[in-house]
């Protein structure tokens, strides 16, 4: 599977990026970056030869590049109402559950 090397130096640097990077914007940053280039390697690559692996694959894909695209914003000051720390948690519950019950109504579906 070509996929492996690719994501485990992936996973390495985002270890190597909390190491080195003190600056918790640029940190953000660095790992937003990383995450969309898992989300494009996911859909360019198809990196799992099951098509429900993939799709399942590209679901967490997104989730995680939209998890880190707001925290970025968090981190760097955008100034919102949802991100004020009790609607913060909240939209980040919703978002979460609404992800993982589609991925488990998905999962029941192709079983």
């Not at 985002?14 to 940053?29: N, Q, R, S, Y």
């Not at 695209?69 to 981190?75: I, T």
Request: aromatic share 18%; hydrophobic share 60%.
């Amino acid at each position: 599977m070509f996929h492996r090397p690719v994501f485990n130096f992936i996973c390495l640097s985002m270890i190597l990026i909390h190491a080195i990077v003190t600056d918790p914007v640029k940190k953000m940053g660095t790992l937003q970056l990383m995450f969309f280039i898992i989300l494009f390697l996911a859909l360019a690559a198809r990196p799992y030869r099951n098509v429900h692996s993939n799709v399942i694959f590209i679901a967490l894909s997104i989730l995680f590049s939209l998890i880190t695209f707001e925290l970025n914003m968090k981190v760097s000051g955008f100034k919102s109402t949802l991100f004020v720390d009790k609607y913060f948690y909240a939209m980040q519950m919703i978002q979460n559950a609404f992800f993982w019950i589609m991925i488990g109504v998905y999962t029941y579906l192709i079983y």
